[in-house]
């Protein structure tokens, strides 16, 4: 039986990217109901992209995840002589830096922390990531995706459209740099709210002013 064009089928699929890790573990210091509302969210993420078939990075441009150096501390301390020193102020990115050329990746492996995924269910074991060169003198950038994106044979033509999202965007994903302009709210726009806020307010026969300091700000900008 012949197998699919992988790459014919990406090309009719779009491919999402999430400005940030799929592995919500900052969420840990969080008191519920707020820990468990980041983790509902990335498992949806991860179910949607699942079920519909629809690539997904998370992309971290300055990662201090440190999954392949516990990795190592692991095997190491399992030899009758361990070698490896504190690593405390080492991540993975380090790891790879000069070692790789533009556009080159690690291999892909699963995430296998043992602290917030362990609320993730059925997807505790669906988070994979790889490092990926994307600028001549920094650090590889951490890519996480879902693992059925890797069980379907489709992780490296998606890497090729994050490459040319790369080169279109100088060095960051368009996509992400693009909805960060338009979602930054400008002075501008804030003036054109409290216009509306006042306007609101004062039609309501309720007084509203702006502070000293404000207008002083407004008038230096």
């Not at 995706?145 to 044979?153: A, E, I, N, S, T």
Request: some cysteine; glycine content about 4%; overall charge positive.
């Amino acid at each position: 039986m012949p197998q699919p064009d992988v790459r014919k089928t990406l090309s009719t699929s779009p491919v999402v990217f999430f400005d940030g890790s799929l592995v919500v573990s900052f969420a840990m210091t969080m008191p519920n109901p707020y820990r468990q509302r980041y983790i509902d969210a990335a498992v949806n993420l991860l179910r949607t992209s699942e079920e519909l078939r629809v690539p997904l990075i998370g992309y971290i441009d300055t990662s201090y995840a440190r999954d392949m150096i516990t990795m190592l501390r692991r095997l190491d301390s399992a030899l009758p002589r361990p070698v490896l020193r504190d690593t405390k102020k080492i991540h993975d990115a380090l790891l790879w830096r000069g070692h790789l050329r533009w556009g080159d990746r690690t291999p892909a492996m699963l995430c296998a922390r043992n602290d917030i995924l362990e609320s993730y269910g059925p997807y505790h074991n669906s988070v994979a990531f790889c490092y990926l060169q994307t600028s001549a003198a920094r650090p590889p950038t951490r890519l996480e995706f879902p693992r059925w994106m890797l069980d379907d044979g489709i992780l490296e033509p998606v890497l090729d459209v994050v490459r040319a999202e790369i080169i279109a965007g100088n060095g960051y994903p368009y996509a992400i740099e693009t909805a960060d302009a338009v979602s930054v709210i400008t002075m501008q726009d804030r003036n054109e709210f409290y216009g509306h806020f006042q306007a609101f307010l004062e039609r309501q026969n309720v007084k509203f002013n702006y502070s000293t300091k404000s207008l002083s700000k407004n008038r230096r900008r």
